[in-house]
């Protein structure tokens, strides 16, 4: 059986996601595979955290004659095993992971905020209610 490394199209329209997968070379695209090896998210903003590999079984279906196809090639010559960019690609996952913390704490900081406005809201109808209340009883006993 002859192995193919490529990738897999998931996601939806206009979103594209890939799985890098070792296939039968007869099966179609996105038909069935025989290990999913890593993913490819093109829409990532940092072009070096888009892949991510499992060095191991990459290096075990190349060893046993698995065939990359031409884009999987160019990928795990800059982030396989021995990829010239394995450098920049922790640095970008590193970023990556620091933007989606500082994304987490300000959606948190806006809900303290609207939990706060909300809070305040409230006590301000209850002072006005109080207020009401409170002419009521002036006015009823005059």
């Not at 903003?45 to 884009?71: C, H, I, M």
């Amino acid at each position: 059986m002859a192995v193919r490394i490529r990738m897999k199209r998931c996601g939806r329209k206009h979103r594209p996601f890939f799985r890098i997968c070792a296939t039968d070379a007869r099966a179609p695209r996105d038909g069935r595979v025989i290990e999913v090896l890593g993913t490819y998210d093109p829409m990532i903003p940092l072009t070096d955290a888009r892949v991510t590999l499992n060095f191991e079984r990459v290096q075990y279906w190349l060893s046993v004659g698995a065939q990359p196809s031409e884009k999987v090639k160019i990928l795990l010559k800059k982030y396989g095993p021995n990829g010239t960019h394995l450098e920049k690609q922790r640095e970008a996952v590193e970023k990556l992971r620091q933007m989606q913390a500082a994304r987490k704490a300000a959606a948190e900081h806006a809900l303290v905020l609207a939990e706060q406005k909300k809070a305040a809201k409230k006590a301000l109808e209850e002072a006005a209610r109080a207020a009401e209340a409170e002419a009521a009883q002036e006015a009823s006993a005059e």
